[in-house]
């Protein structure tokens, strides 16, 4: 950190030079001026002071006053008190109003203005650690709930799109069940995947199988259709007429691929009217 700002107000002249003198060895900058107006003045012109020490009685404004202004417009400054009057009315007075640091009587024993002044250098430091902490952590906090807004949007957008393909499964499944077309489907592995109620039906008639979703289709089903399937090993789709156990059918294969490789065919049949 760069050397301290330090104030000093007091109206005698002797008093100015005396702290001049005792802290000119202090890695402080240190500013003299002799009424609150002017040390008003100064703190409104520069950078910010981190210390302020003010005589309490002072022509016009006196320290208490100048005080409370500073501790009203500049609140981080830490605010000391000098006084040549034992008067505990001032002192309460300077406390409520100024919230000061420390009141220190005139005259002072050097050491502790030293000690006094340093020990207030530390706390503005701690004050202002403190400070840029509570900043930052409500920077982290604002930044965090705004990822928490974002994240609740986003789950919430992506509920809707899981709910609409979902609504959409339904949808085509119940369409899928209502159509005379028999449609049936293949995993890579030649496990039957789906059937609609046609396919059903169907493969009951052609193989008098009942349940067979979930079973290799080479069990399943009748040899015509197999040998239709293996066929979409090496071919996209596969159209064929077919007599299978003397029923006539129209047959459509269709095999899904994926850069990654084959992912399962599709089989839809129409039996001849």
């Given amino acids: 950190m760069n050397a301290a700002r330090v104030l000093c107000v007091d109206d005698e002249v002797n008093v100015l030079k005396a702290l001049r003198r005792l802290l000119m060895d202090e890695n402080y900058e240190l500013f003299t001026v002799s009424s609150g107006q002017d040390g008003l003045q100064l703190l409104e012109a520069g950078e910010p002071f981190q210390i302020v020490i003010s005589d309490y009685r002072m022509p016009e404004m006196n320290g208490v006053d100048f005080l409370a202004q500073v501790c009203e417009r500049w609140p981080d400054t830490i605010r000391i008190v000098l006084s040549g009057y034992a008067d505990t009315a001032a002192i309460v007075d300077a406390i409520n109003q100024g919230q000061i640091y420390k009141f220190i009587a005139k005259p002072w024993n050097d050491d502790e203005l030293k000690v006094t002044i340093n020990n207030a250098i530390e706390l503005w430091r701690l004050n202002s650690e403190n400070k840029r902490l509570n900043e930052e952590l409500h920077a982290a906090n604002e930044e965090l709930q705004t990822i928490n807004e974002n994240l609740e949007k986003l789950v919430e957008e992506r509920t809707n799109e899981l709910q609409f393909q ?12 209502r159509l005379p077309l028999a449609v049936m489907g293949f995993d890579n592995t030649g496990l039957i995947v789906y059937s609609n109620e046609a396919a059903l039906r169907l493969v009951k008639t052609l193989s008098k199988s009942d349940a067979f979703l979930g079973e290799n289709r080479n069990h399943s ?23 299978v156990a003397g029923v006539g059918i129209w047959a459509l294969g269709h095999s899904l691929v994926s850069p990654g490789g084959p992912k399962g065919q599709i089989l839809a049949l129409v039996t001849k009217s």
């Fill in 166 to 177: 979902i609504e959409a499964l339904v949808y085509s499944q119940t369409l899928l069940n």
């Fill in 221 to 243: 089903l009748p040899r015509e259709l197999n040998e239709l399937l293996d066929r979409l090993a090496s071919e996209q789709n596969v159209r064929a007429d077919l007599s």
